[in-house]
């Protein structure tokens, strides 16, 4: 079983409308959690941390379930640009290791 | 210019031939890594370097090598390539120095390799 979990989509979405998905994690001691945004054939970069209580930066909103083992991101009043593949990443402190989900497409549409 | 470049950013090699893969960086990042990415895989950690003097294996070091050369220098070697290491890699680097930990990494332009 893969230690992160990512439905690969693709959400098909028009341009304004909200997107949301899931990520999941089987290892109960990873406590660092982060999305990243990457582009067709491009490099992986750093869109948000994941913090305990929740935390929204602009457009998106990541939300962490302990209980669970899974977290979320939502993307309101998508754009064209918000166009890309988002990779789930968790990770131990103070730990060389980040795994990597497969990835969610988003395709936004005008 | 780049904090991480990656050369080179295209190879079509043979079977059998040996390659190397080279990784730079300008962050003054202490930890380097090397990753593969596979159509429907998530990324997998080949090798990583905590500074010059630590080399450590990740999930798939198979058929890999690895140099640091200098803190700003990492570099992948395939010694005999096979087909099924058809893939794009990236370099990536952290600061754990400040944090105590390997958070945000930061990623290359990858190298698209394919072995025929």
């Known amino acids: 079983r893969k230690e992160v979990e990512q439905d690969p989509g693709p959400f098909n979405v028009p341009e304004g409308a909200t997107v949301a998905f899931n990520c999941t994690y089987s290892?109960?001691?990873?406590?660092?959690f982060f999305w990243y945004r990457q582009d067709c054939r491009k490099e992986p970069k750093l869109l948000m941390s994941v913090y305990s209580s929740g935390n929204e930066d602009g457009r998106f909103t990541a939300q962490l379930n302990r209980a669970s083992q899974y977290i979320s991101l939502l993307i309101r009043d998508s754009k064209l640009s918000d166009s890309a593949t988002y990779l789930c990443?968790?990770?131990?402190?103070?730990?060389?290791?980040?795994?990597f989900g497969a990835g969610t497409t988003v395709t936004v549409r005008a | 210019d780049a904090d991480v470049t990656q050369t080179p950013r295209n190879r079509i090699t043979k079977t059998g031939k040996r390659i190397m893969l080279e990784c730079s960086q300008t962050k003054g990042h202490d930890r380097m890594y090397w990753y593969r990415q596979d159509p429907g895989l998530g990324l997998q950690l080949i090798y990583y370097s905590f500074d010059v003097k630590d080399i450590n294996k990740g999930e798939i070091s198979d058929g890999y090598s690895v140099s640091r050369q200098a803190q700003a220098k990492f570099s992948l070697s395939l010694e005999s390539a096979i087909p099924n290491q058809t893939a794009l890699y990236f370099c990536?680097?952290?600061?754990?120095?400040?944090?105590?930990?390997?958070?945000?990494?930061?990623f290359g332009p990858g190298t698209r390799l394919t072995v025929l």
């Open positions: 290892n109960s001691a990873s406590q660092s």
């Open positions: 990536a680097t952290s600061d754990t120095r400040r944090t105590g930990a390997s958070d945000t990494q930061y």
């Open positions: 990443v968790a990770t131990r402190s103070n730990d060389y290791k980040l795994s």
